[in-house]
């Protein structure tokens, strides 16, 4: 976890419509800030600092920009949009076309994508070829990327159409095909997953391999433990 330096530098941004003054280390990634200061995880880590999996994308003054790599200097005076800032009424056709095409699996990465198409989703008609395009960037683990591009091709066509997107009603009985269980709030990133806990005197650990590989433990310590 990357350590926050107070008082280096102070800036102005707005995040999500609010305006906030920043005082702090400016090469302080913007992924860090977001997560442990103002407690957003809908930007996920899932590669940071590389900057490969694009699961912490965010808009930028309109722009998809991976957070994880953007140092806090970059963002004085711009504007930053999280999942948690989008139309609320886009943001649910969206999901809802995610949740109902299977666009997601495990859902980690699907706010990352979603931010990532979001400037395509809403410029009108847009093309497979062009969604596959912007989404070469962002991993997918688990899902694929067949059903995240129908997802997509989904949403798109509602929101250029105004029309809304919605679940389907289940009565309950077995054998109906419903929307993957909590698939609303993964999509959105509001599910969290172990790195997105935090509790009143957490304290973090690290893994520690032996100083001596291959060699056969005849005892271990544990005074100290």
Not at 97 to 113: D, H, K, R
Not at 169 to 195: M, N
Not at 196 to 209: N, Q, R, S, T, Y
């Amino acid at each position: 976890m990357e350590k926050i330096k107070l008082k280096e530098q102070t800036m102005e941004f707005k995040l999500n419509g609010t305006t906030i003054n920043y005082e702090g280390d400016p090469e302080l990634s913007l992924m860090t800030y977001l997560r442990d200061v103002e407690e957003i995880i809908s930007p996920k880590d899932g590669c940071a600092p590389e900057g490969v999996c694009g699961c912490c994308s965010v808009l930028l003054d309109g722009n998809v920009l991976k957070a994880c790599i953007a140092p806090m200097r970059r963002i004085a005076g711009k504007e930053v949009i999280t999942m948690e800032g989008l139309d609320p009424g886009k943001k649910e056709t969206v999901i809802n076309a995610f949740a109902i095409e299977g666009g997601l699996q495990c859902g980690f990465c699907t706010p990352g994508i979603i931010m990532k198409v979001w400037p395509l989703l809403n410029q009108g008609f847009v093309t497979e070829k062009e969604i596959n395009k912007a989404l070469n960037s962002n991993l997918c683990r688990c899902t694929g990327y067949k059903k995240v591009t129908k997802s997509c091709l989904s949403a798109a066509e509602a929101l250029r159409n105004n029309a809304k997107i919605e679940l389907p009603q289940s009565s309950g009985k077995v054998g109906e095909s419903l929307p993957k269980y909590d698939s609303l709030r993964l999509a959105t990133g509001e599910a969290p997953y172990v790195a997105d806990l935090k509790f009143e005197g957490m304290v973090h650990g690290a893994m520690k391999f032996s100083d001596h590989p291959r060699a056969k433990v005849l005892k271990i310590n544990t005074s100290v433990a």
